[in-house]
DNA sequence: CCATTTCATGTAATCCATTACATTGCGCCG
DNA sequence: CGGCGCAATGTAATGGATTACATGAAATGG
């Protein structure tokens, strides 16, 4: 048996379909371990740490390895060991560019520390988040990264291997990376209200999410430090979606409200606000001023181009797995709420308020 | 023991961080057996075919269930199943909105048959489109769709449980969906020659992938039919970016050519085009036609809004799946590949040439 | 009333790898 | 030369579920 030659006869392909099934099949380590002469336990550590088998045994194992093409069973690895090396990250909608390049952030961490990432798309669906979720408790993965405002219930004792990015919740025990939006949208409006707007409009996102909260607050104190009113006339809300912003632009201008500047929660609507306006006749910055928020890779491309607030969206992936693979080297570490932040970037959608009154 | 109360005494969340760790721990079947008062098979029997168990013994072990949080461990029952029940979506990039509809359609099938679907992002990168397939052999998914022009070597025997979704590749082996992308160009060409375009620039795709080869080719017989000279120094290679679009009229402007109209390869580098010819204060579309190729959510909303070709994007997710279930189901299941029709959306970015020859 | 199903449940093998512990052989030291 | 340590390998327990098969009790039939 040994004596066996070193050319390897190839079955695969045989397109035939003559009635049984091709006689390959998926290897074990006990197999591994009859051919190359060796307990499975030399295998296993060939593969696992190959300085602990001596030199011949270590070249004759890997050579079975790759003539049979084994690949460890990682279900039976991950049982025994308990670490998949696996997490979860879920955003609400991957159709947001906003959350592409968060996601590249996580992924460059987690590849340098040899873990993958899987995206679960959750739609901002409870029972698609608690799908995910539950890969946790299950021992499917190790953590999660999650991009909605929501934790998931994951029943496990102790700490949860769950990190917060882009957005925020209560509970003290959770880590979460953001930026902090109330100074963001301030800042914002302060240079709206810097080129000479008075009358400034808001176009929120979903009041159930905390950072929604915190951009209108911030567009609030902005206008409070302005000493301007704030009218929740001028205070509309959306989710988020490109045709939120059309809406909430329509709604305006149907109401016959007067604005010259439209500060909008997320870059998406910005651009929906834009469509409304120049739908209308309204040009844009000429007649109303628009910022968005987030600094998407088309906001670079809308005409005008889009004045946003950039949110460093690499660094909040990054940071993000940084902590979920801290806590998972070490449950007892303090979590920490981590608030990077976010600037302010001009462009082609914003001037001065013309001096002849629009309408 | 079994004369315990029914009121749990809730131990979470209890902040202190006195030196040892809490000492609630994750269940296992035999403890939850244990309590019950039941062997293994009976708890695993009242979780999997409740019906198989009697009345009062599955509400007794529903409710120890409970009220510990037992979750079963899903390596264990993968291990002993050979089955996850998880797929894995290949998708090169998410920051391309083309593909967020195609994961919709495949996570609508996935979903209805009990499936769930993780995304890897390969960044074309080879090497981690590699590291997604090995989940395949290492029993961590059942099967992948791949959305690249690659197909990944999966150490195993009989038929790969791969479906190639948006791509197509030559191996007769791998089903397919996609579009024909030769008579969707064509018709996009087809339609510019109607407008009265004698001069038709195009922006192509990776040469690598077999879809741009053949919307490079669907240009070429539709200049063809029109009596058009195909003139290589119009053709211009780009990444599916929106740089990509940009350099691309970019170039052709430097080097002088003479053109009333560009087809782009996708939605983004047509985009760019645009961007870059009205930067080169040529106007869209009185001086030049543009037409994409996707119809991302974003062609809508451009200035003026994309002229494009719509590709079925759900329909090609959820075909994508369909193939996938059926062959995991069934592993002899022959081959296909299978086609839909894409559609030209006609918006504003093109008109008839104007009569006076631009510059 | 005994034989035969049928139903509910239990026992134990199984999935496949990791790894603690045991064993073997060898070189080295006193 | 006996004993010790080390290197290389083997044996077997282990992880947590599923499930084939066995068992016992109750129901059914003749």
Redesign the interface.
């Known amino acids: 048996m040994s004596a066996d030659g070193t050319k390897t006869r190839r079955q695969?392909?045989d397109?035939q379909?003559t009635g049984a099934?091709?006689p390959?099949?998926?290897r074990t380590i006990k197999e591994i371990a009859a051919i190359a002469n060796v307990s499975v336990a030399t295998v296993s550590r060939a593969l696992q740490r190959p300085e602990v088998v001596s030199e011949v045994t270590r070249q004759r194992i890997q050579e079975v390895v790759k003539r049979l093409?084994?690949?460890?069973?990682?279900?039976?690895r991950?049982?025994r060991t308990a670490r998949?090396r696996?997490i979860?990250a879920l955003l609400p909608?991957?159709?947001n560019?906003f959350?592409?390049?968060v996601?590249?952030g996580i992924?460059q961490v987690a590849h340098e520390s040899g873990y993958?990432?899987?995206?679960?798309?959750t739609q901002s669906s409870l029972v698609r988040e608690q799908?995910?979720a539950?890969?946790i408790?299950?021992?499917?993965a190790d953590g999660i990264i999650t991009m909605s405002h929501r934790v998931p219930k994951i029943?496990?004792?102790?700490r949860l291997p769950v990190v917060n990015a882009c957005e925020y919740v209560k509970d003290?025990?959770i880590s979460s990376v953001y930026v902090d939006n109330v100074a963001a949208a301030g800042a914002a409006v302060d240079y709206l209200v810097m080129l000479g707007h008075r009358e400034i409009a808001f176009i929120a996102g979903p009041p159930s999410s905390p950072i929604c909260v915190d951009r209108k607050q911030g567009y609030r104190l902005a206008l409070q430090r302005a000493k301007l009113a704030v009218d929740p006339a001028l205070m509309v809300s959306g989710d988020f979606s490109?045709e939120a912003g059309e809406r909430a632009v329509e709604l305006l201008l149907s109401q016959g409200q007067s604005f010259s500047a439209v500060f909008c929660s997320n870059d998406e609507m910005a651009?929906?606000a834009m469509?409304a306006l120049?739908s209308h006749g309204l040009r844009v910055p000429e007649d109303v001023s628009v910022v968005g928020f987030d600094d998407i890779?088309?906001a670079r491309?809308?005409?005008p181009a889009l004045t946003t607030i950039a949110q460093p969206k690499n660094a909040l992936g990054r940071e993000a797995m940084a902590m979920l693979i801290e806590l998972l080297a070490d449950?007892?570490v303090?979590p920490r709420k981590r608030v990077l932040s976010a600037d302010l970037v001009v462009r082609g959608s914003t001037a001065p308020p013309s001096p002849r009154k629009r309408k």
Request: hydrophobic share 40%.
């Open positions: 695969a392909g397109g379909r099934a091709p390959a099949r998926v093409g084994y690949t460890p069973n990682a279900l039976a991950n049982l998949t696996l979860v909608d991957i159709a560019p959350f592409s390049e996601i590249r992924e993958s990432v899987l995206l679960g798309e799908a995910y539950d890969m408790a299950a021992r499917q029943p496990m004792p102790g003290k025990q490109i651009i929906g469509r120049s890779r088309f491309y809308t005409s449950p007892e303090p």
